[in-house]
């Protein structure tokens, strides 16, 4: 009985097979009988052919037919599942599975909606942390601001920091209000770290921490504006910007200027400029063109024409202030 079955299930493959053969038995006597003339060739040809395709075509319907047969419907259980007295039984369904509660995303917060009363403005970051004291000066330098304590050879010129605190528009503010504190914290900490500052280089100096590298007249008066009037002095080399500790009447230091580091030479104060020359002329007693050199090699200058006017203007001014005296052979000594 297995063998019956394992024949019938497989019958359709020697169906094809013995089809197959056919059609091929068809083509060799069609032709072979052609060639002979043979009329009784080319029938039995031709009926072999008909023969093959009905067998090919028969198991190829069986083929068909059978796998449709054997798949099984939605919900019924596939052939020798369950117990073989439930034969007979309806086919089975599967159990319903319990409604799943949906998963609750979390919801996207959303902006709140603005208000068309009040329009928003710009954001502006706290201030930075600078606290716009001499503290940020270093020691040597604040030490050298004392009247009476300088070094002889002068100290070297300190800059103060250039990272970026704010953009451009911290310095287009209409009201004095609206000016951010950083605004103000940069002007302080640059005139007790580079005081005494000319005032074009002070606002230069802040500008650039601002993102403005060429200021306009309101960001000029942006900066100025957080400038105490008591730390400007106008002289007639210029305006310029004094540390609160320092007095320019009774300073004495001077800060000569480093390889890395470029001052213009109207620039610097002539009571710095003074108090250099000063300097030179205690170590030794030079002549008007020696002193000239010495002077703007303490602040790393060539002699140009315009620098030589300006450390013969100051040669003058230390004259009448009593700094130096010039003797009949045109040497200049210092006197304190």
Same mark, same amino acid.
């Given at each position: 009985?297995?063998?019956?079955?394992?024949?019938?299930?497989?019958?359709?493959?020697?169906?094809?097979?013995?089809?197959?053969? $056919?059609?091929?038995? /068809?083509?060799? @006597?069609?032709?072979?009988?052609? +060639?002979?003339? %043979?009329?009784?060739? =080319?029938? #039995?040809?031709?009926?072999?052919?008909?023969?093959?395709?009905?067998?090919?075509?028969?198991?190829?319907?069986?083929?068909?037919?059978?796998?449709?047969?054997?798949?099984?419907?939605?919900?019924?259980?596939?052939?020798?599942?369950?117990?073989?007295?439930?034969?007979?039984?309806?086919?089975?369904?599967?159990?319903?599975?319990?409604?799943?509660?949906?998963?609750?995303?979390?919801?996207?917060?959303?902006?709140?909606?603005?208000?068309?009363?009040?329009?928003?403005?710009?954001?502006?970051?706290?201030?930075?942390?600078?606290?716009?004291?001499?503290?940020?000066?270093?020691?040597?330098?604040?030490?050298?601001?004392?009247?009476?304590?300088?070094?002889?050879?002068?100290?070297?010129?300190? $800059?103060?920091?250039? /990272?970026?605190? @704010?953009?451009?528009?911290?310095? +287009?503010?209409? %009201?004095?209000?609206? =000016?951010? #504190?950083?605004?103000?914290?940069?002007?302080?900490?640059?005139?007790?770290?580079?005081?005494?500052?000319?005032?074009?280089?002070?606002?230069?100096?802040?500008?650039?921490?601002?993102?403005?590298?060429?200021?306009?007249?309101?960001?000029?008066?942006?900066?100025?504006?957080?400038?105490?009037?008591?730390?400007?002095?106008?002289?007639?080399?210029?305006?310029?910007?004094?540390?609160?500790?320092?007095?320019?009447?009774?300073?004495?230091?001077?800060?000569?200027?480093?390889?890395?580091?470029?001052?213009?030479?109207?620039?610097?104060?002539?009571?710095?400029?003074?108090?250099?020359?000063?300097?030179?002329?205690?170590?030794?007693?030079?002549?008007?063109?020696?002193?000239?050199?010495?002077?703007?090699?303490?602040? /790393?200058?060539?002699?140009?024409?315009?620098?030589? +006017?300006?450390?013969?203007?100051?040669?003058?001014?230390?004259?009448?202030?009593?700094?130096?005296?010039?003797?009949?052979?045109?040497?200049?000594?210092?006197?304190?």
């Amino acid at each position: 009985m297995g063998q019956v079955q394992v024949f019938a299930k497989f019958g359709w493959v020697v169906g094809l097979l013995a089809g197959a053969f $056919s059609i091929l038995l /068809g083509i060799v @006597g069609y032709f072979t009988g052609i +060639d002979h003339a %043979s009329m009784l060739e =080319i029938v #039995l040809a031709v009926a072999f052919l008909v023969l093959g395709t009905a067998l090919a075509g028969a198991s190829m319907w069986q083929l068909v037919a059978g796998d449709r047969h054997r798949r099984p419907g939605p919900g019924v259980p596939p052939p020798g599942y369950g117990p073989s007295w439930n034969a007979g039984a309806p086919p089975m369904q599967a159990p319903p599975r319990p409604a799943t509660p949906p998963i609750p995303y979390p919801q996207v917060p959303r902006d709140p909606p603005e208000s068309p009363s009040y329009p928003r403005s710009p954001y502006t970051p706290p201030s930075a942390p600078i606290t716009p004291t001499v503290a940020h000066a270093p020691e040597w330098q604040t030490r050298t601001r004392t009247a009476h304590h300088w070094l002889p050879t002068g100290i070297p010129y300190a $800059s103060a920091p250039t /990272g970026v605190l @704010g953009s451009p528009a911290d310095l +287009d503010r209409d %009201s004095s209000a609206a =000016i951010p #504190l950083r605004v103000r914290d940069a002007v302080r900490e640059t005139i007790a770290i580079e005081g005494p500052i000319e005032r074009s280089q002070l606002v230069a100096r802040v500008a650039q921490r601002f993102g403005v590298h060429k200021p306009s007249e309101k960001q000029q008066i942006c900066v100025l504006g957080e400038v105490p009037e008591s730390l400007m002095r106008a002289t007639s080399s210029g305006v310029f910007v004094w540390p609160s500790d320092v007095d320019p009447s009774t300073w004495r230091g001077f800060r000569f200027t480093p390889p890395t580091v470029s001052r213009a030479i109207d620039t610097i104060s002539a009571e710095e400029i003074v108090n250099a020359i000063t300097q030179v002329a205690q170590r030794n007693q030079h002549s008007f063109d020696e002193m000239v050199w010495a002077t703007l090699t303490q602040f /790393g200058h060539e002699r140009t024409g315009a620098a030589e +006017d300006r450390i013969e203007a100051c040669l003058t001014m230390a004259v009448r202030r009593g700094r130096l005296a010039r003797d009949p052979d045109g040497r200049y000594r210092a006197l304190v």
